[in-house]
């Protein structure tokens, strides 16, 4: 990445910058990134909390209800409450930033979809990206570098087991 991405909610107030390159980028087609969006799927930025600065106003926590029970946080901008980044199963250090909030929107894009399941029907998948109908095995698609960044941030049981940081 040749400069740090930056983004921010729709007033302003929440600004924030991407200190390194997403280690993996999701397309999630589930039900709940579909209402909590309001929109097809969601695109998150799976990245590292230490390297999303923030550059104004602090985002604020919303717990989401789960299938699963695990705690789900959306991070939004407490005056126009754009959503800009959520927090998986208590993983304070894994950030899934929303690409749409990004200055730049199209510098990232999916390298994978998941959830497909639940698609929206007239949405064609590219050829060539990942694509799962639920969840994924990390290990298998990501690269080694990213691979080893998660490694780095998530507890030990969950690098052993190979359970996934978030379902989303
Ligand atoms: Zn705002
Ligand atoms: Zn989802």
Redesign the pocket.
């Known amino acids: 990445m040749t400069a740090a991405l930056e983004g921010g909610c729709a007033c302003g107030a929440v600004r924030y910058r991407l200190d390194a390159a997403p280690m993996f980028v999701h397309c999630?087609?589930?039900?709940?990134?579909?209402r909590q969006t309001g929109s097809a799927?969601?695109l998150n930025a799976l990245i590292e909390t230490a390297q999303v600065a923030i550059l104004a106003a602090e985002p604020v926590r919303f717990e989401m209800p789960t299938d699963s029970g695990r705690p789900h946080g959306v991070y939004r901008c407490a005056a126009c409450g754009t959503a800009v980044w959520s927090e998986y199963g208590g993983l304070t250090a894994l950030r899934f930033v929303r690409v749409g909030t990004l200055d730049d929107p199209k510098a990232l894009a999916p390298d994978v979809h998941?959830?497909t399941r639940s698609k929206q029907p007239w949405l064609e998948l590219p050829a060539g990206i990942p694509a799962f109908e639920a969840y994924y095995d990390a290990q298998k698609v990501w690269p080694a570098e990213s691979l080893a960044r998660r490694r780095a941030i998530l507890p030990p049981r969950s690098v052993a087991t190979g359970v996934p940081a978030g379902?989303?």
């Not at 999630?28 to 579909?34: A, E, P, S, T, V």
């Open positions: 999630c087609h589930c039900l709940d990134c579909q799927f969601v998941i959830n379902r989303q």
